[in-house]
């Protein structure tokens, strides 16, 4: 029998608007979820929003708060929150734009020797965070967790999306992965998760997910920075103007 339970988990955080803690997932993704459900009757699914993630920290890991809190970005928020969800409940967790195409007990079964099971990229065989498996209390997800404040202070002032990357993100995973000496099995999906955008194309016998990779949190990122930049040269040139306004006085 495996250790991990049947618990499939999906993260989603109001990007534009973090005070909106209810905000259900788009409708856009609702297809996926219920298909996925369908392929898993058996299991239980959860769909966790800002305020259940907000609760569980509150309750059970009232010590990372100022952590949670001071990541600058909303991803970062969204990255820590699954490993201490899988730490907590133990199950699947994967991103949105992850489409599970069969049925996952098999899967289980497969790996029914390992605690904790990470994703790699099935191009680089680069461990990744859109797809893990954990069982409750594993000692890998505990490692994890208590890591990503010493990872915040290091990493936080990386430019661009490494901050992200590095702080919470497939890096840090990396990471994680490379110091970690403790007692869980941990194994990797790498055929089983096939990276494309046609959905509809023919699946492999081996083929559990597709990662459609739409990077929707890349997009808010960007639209940050892009706002960022002009907000500068807005400053900039106010400041060009009073300073030509009060030479021409002169």
């Keep these: 029998m495996s250790k991990i339970p049947k618990i499939y988990h999906w993260i989603w955080l109001n990007f534009k608007d973090e005070t ?10 609702r ?7 369908m392929l898993n ?3 239980t699914f959860i769909e966790w929003n800002g305020r259940m993630i907000r609760n569980l ?12 809190d001071a990541y600058k970005k909303p991803i970062q928020r969204a990255d820590a929150s699954r490993y201490f969800i899988l730490y907590t409940y133990g199950g699947i967790y994967t991103d949105l734009d992850s489409i599970c195409r069969k049925p996952l007990t098999p899967l289980l079964d497969k790996y029914k020797e390992y605690d904790c099971i990470i994703t790699k990229e ?16 594993s000692d890998f997800m505990k490692y994890a967790i208590h890591s990503l404040e010493d990872s915040r202070l290091k990493y936080e002032k990386m430019s661009g999306q490494n901050s992200v990357f590095y702080t919470t993100g497939p890096d840090f995973v990396i990471r994680c992965l490379d110091e970690y000496d403790g007692s869980d099995n941990i194994g990797f999906l790498i055929e089983e998760v096939v990276n494309s955008k046609d959905i509809n194309r023919k699946m492999n016998s081996y083929e559990y997910f597709v990662n459609v990779n739409e990077g929707t949190w890349k997009e808010e990122f960007e639209f940050r ?14 400041i060009i103007g009073i300073l030509v306004y ?5």
């Design 57 to 68: 920290l509150n309750t059970q890991y009232p010590w990372f708060l100022p952590t949670f």
């Design 122 to 137: 099935e191009d680089f065989k680069k461990p990744t965070n859109s797809i893990m498996l954990s069982k409750p209390g």
């Design 20 to 29: 909106q803690l209810d905000t259900p997932i788009p409708t856009r993704y």
């Design 225 to 238: 920075e892009k706002m960022m930049r002009l907000s500068i040269w807005a400053l900039l040139l106010v």
């Design 41 to 43: 009757p058996d299991w």
């Design 31 to 37: 297809q996926t979820i219920e298909e996925t459900k």
């Design 246 to 250: 009060y030479k021409r006085r002169k």
